[in-house]
């Protein structure tokens, strides 16, 4: 009996030199060691420490010559520098390169513990901040400020526990309560909750047709929901913008397309600013908006999209010209205002309008255009001109269907070859070049 309890304390003080030996530190309610392969066991509240992680489980097996160690049940992998957690059924550990992998539904949570990763597999680098995971990601994360929830699916998502941004990769999408957003590359910041989104970015932006003016095409689907979709070379959305940081404000950089489903509308640009909330947009670089239902297209220097209850315009500034191919209608100014239920424009700093295939042109200090039969109203110092008739007067419309141009106001003039007429009136019939004067007076040469 004496000699088999020296040689427990052999044993034992073999093992205790051997621990104090190793970088880590392993306790568990049972141990055992095979001196022979230099393996310990460890079961019962197995646990390892060293100074980048402690992980605990309920079995462990720690390989000494190799310094890996093996996790099973209830595996629980905590970092040092920062409070982000791993649990999964399985996990291995290198105490050299501090490296380890995770299996059996792992799941990560972050050090704030308001953003949770699960995939099938996962990597974690102890000495940075890192940690990668695998097949069938699930990102989801609850903005408790704002009460916003996000989640994310990808094949492939890069974790930095430190900054708390998640990269993700292989087809990833995320879901922002209603929004949807697609790319191939998407990067979220968990702290910021602002997304970014790289290479044939996508968003599905929810709305609905609860709006006074809704266009005609969807005059007959109200209350159902629809999508706004907004694509470009690289999105980034920021769900604590405006003032208030409790903004949705959505920003586009190169090939901006973006379709509105209510106003069936087709943005182009290169740059775009959008307050997703407040629906209230800016976009640059060459934008045009085409309207295909009203046969509608337009562009400017840059553009403006706002839209409030019952009413939507959109504002083109500088060098602007919009072209309504079904009544041959073209316009230029400086400022267009557009409503793209209505069609109707109103148009200044210098409008010139050309109808007919621009065989006619009138310019005035401020022009309206409606979506009836007075197609153009003209207001102020008008202007008309085509290849034998040349016209003044204070007011002037257009007649799309009716074919004539009415002047009126003070001294309306119209000259036509020899002939000068001034009246109270004056009607040109465009396909018949007849006029007609009212309150008549002038010069009809014999």
């Avoid at 093992?15 to 022979?36: G, H, P």
């Avoid at 093996?70 to 920062?82: C, D, E, I």
């Avoid at 070379?233 to 950089?253: A, C, K, P, V």
């Avoid at 001294?411 to 009607?427: H, V, Y």
């Amino acid at each position: 009996m004496p000699n088999k309890n020296i040689i427990y304390i052999i044993i034992l003080l073999v093992a205790i030199t051997l621990l104090s030996q190793e970088t880590s530190r392993r306790s568990a309610k049972k141990f055992t060691y095979d001196n022979k392969t230099q393996v310990f066991q460890y079961i019962g509240d197995a646990r390892l420490e060293d100074t980048s992680a402690v992980i605990t489980s309920h079995t462990m097996t720690f390989y000494r010559e190799t310094e890996l160690a093996t996790f099973s049940g209830n595996v629980k992998l905590a970092s040092r520098t920062n409070d982000s957690t791993i649990t999964a059924g399985y996990a291995s550990y290198n105490g050299k390169t501090r490296y380890a992998y995770i299996r059996n539904r792992p799941i990560l949570r972050s050090p704030t513990n308001n953003l949770i990763i699960r995939s099938r597999f996962m990597e974690r680098d102890f000495n940075t901040p890192i940690a990668k995971a695998r097949e069938n990601v699930h990102l989801t994360h609850i903005d408790k400020e704002n009460n916003r929830k996000t989640d994310g699916y990808a094949r492939e998502l890069v974790y930095n526990s430190d900054t708390e941004i998640s990269v993700m990769q292989g087809n990833p999408v995320l879901y922002q309560e209603k929004d949807k957003l697609e790319g191939e590359i998407l990067e979220y910041d968990a702290r910021k909750s602002v997304a970014n989104v790289m290479g044939r970015g996508k968003i599905y932006i929810l709305q609905t047709n609860n709006y006074v003016n809704s266009s005609s095409t969807n005059r007959n689907r109200e209350n159902i929901s629809n999508y706004n979709i907004i694509t470009a070379d690289r999105l980034f959305l920021d769900n604590r913008g405006g003032s208030n940081q409790n903004t949705r404000m959505l920003y586009g950089y190169g090939n901006i397309n973006a379709f509105f489903y209510e106003e069936n509308m087709i943005l182009k640009g290169g740059y775009i600013e959008y307050n997703i909330d407040e629906e209230h947009l800016y976009l640059y670089q060459s934008p045009t908006v085409r309207i295909p239902d009203k046969g509608i297209i337009a562009f400017g220097e840059w553009l403006e999209y706002k839209k409030e209850e019952g009413f939507k315009d959109i504002i083109f500034h500088n060098d602007v010209i919009m072209i309504d191919y079904d009544t041959k209608l073209s316009l230029e100014g400086e400022v267009l205002h557009l409503d793209p239920d209505t069609k109707v424009a109103t148009v200044s700093g210098s409008p010139k309008a050309y109808v007919e295939n621009r065989t006619i042109k009138i310019t005035s200090d401020t022009m309206q255009i409606f979506n009836d039969d007075e197609k153009i109203r003209a207001n102020g110092n008008v202007i008309i001109t085509s290849k034998d008739m040349n016209a003044t007067s204070t007011w002037a419309t257009y007649l799309e269907k009716s074919r004539y141009m009415r002047l009126w106001g003070q001294n309306p003039t119209l000259k036509q070859g020899d002939s000068i007429i001034r009246g109270r009136e004056i009607r040109y019939y465009i396909d018949t070049e007849v006029v007609k004067a009212f309150g008549i007076s002038g010069e009809i040469p014999q």
